[in-house]
């Protein structure tokens, strides 16, 4: 797929959305507002819900954009906090738009986006993890990933009612990441 088709479509979903909220997005509204036709944005998204993980993989490369340099001296919890915070900053501007692309991923009626949802979760934790340059082994690795899975979740529900700042997002971040302080290394 052409990377400006990619980038325009998934603007374009975020700015509709942000008009009419990611339930009610309509893609012939979206390959409008794009200048391409329905086809063409068939032939770049299966469905919504494909834009949607578009995003969140733009967002993932912002958390792994983090210098290491930067991360340098912080204890794990903060490595951790800083290229999640990451993740969430990229989001800031369309925050209840995304929050309205997690509610339609766990919607009654879409059972299908369910299991994907969970292992994109997974491979969220995983990839800050090893951003943050946190290497435990063996049962703290496993509560390294079942604590910071906790983190991010708590941190998900402040999110979309947040204000620019994210203090709330990064205190929930915060509370439920300090146990990796804890952790043997």
Do not use: C
Not at 28 to 37: D, F, K, M
Not at 106 to 128: G, Q
Not at 161 to 175: F, M, P, Q, V, Y
Request: glycine share 6%.
């Amino acid at each position: 797929m052409r990377a400006g088709l990619r980038d325009g479509v998934v603007r374009a979903a975020m700015a509709e959305a942000a008009e009419s909220g990611w339930y009610d997005l309509r893609l012939h509204r979206v390959a409008a507002r794009a200048g391409i036709t329905l086809a063409e944005l068939r032939g770049a998204f299966r469905d919504a819900d494909a834009i949607a993980d578009a995003w969140f993989e733009d967002a993932l490369a912002a958390l792994l954009a983090v210098p290491a340099e930067e991360l340098e001296g912080l204890s794990p919890a903060r490595r951790v906090e800083a290229v999640l915070m990451a993740w969430f900053a990229h989001q800031a501007s369309h925050r209840r738009v995304v929050g309205g692309m997690l509610r339609a991923k766990l919607h009654l009626s879409h059972p299908h986006h369910w299991v994907p949802a969970v292992f994109n979760l997974s491979r969220l934790v995983h990839w800050a993890l090893d951003a943050a340059r946190v290497d435990a082994h063996g049962l703290a690795r496993q509560a390294e990933e079942a604590g910071a899975t906790l983190a991010v979740l708590r941190a998900l529900a402040a999110f979309p009612g947040d204000d620019e700042s994210l203090h709330r997002t990064a205190a929930a971040l915060r509370r439920g990441l300090a146990f990796l302080d804890r952790l043997p290394r």
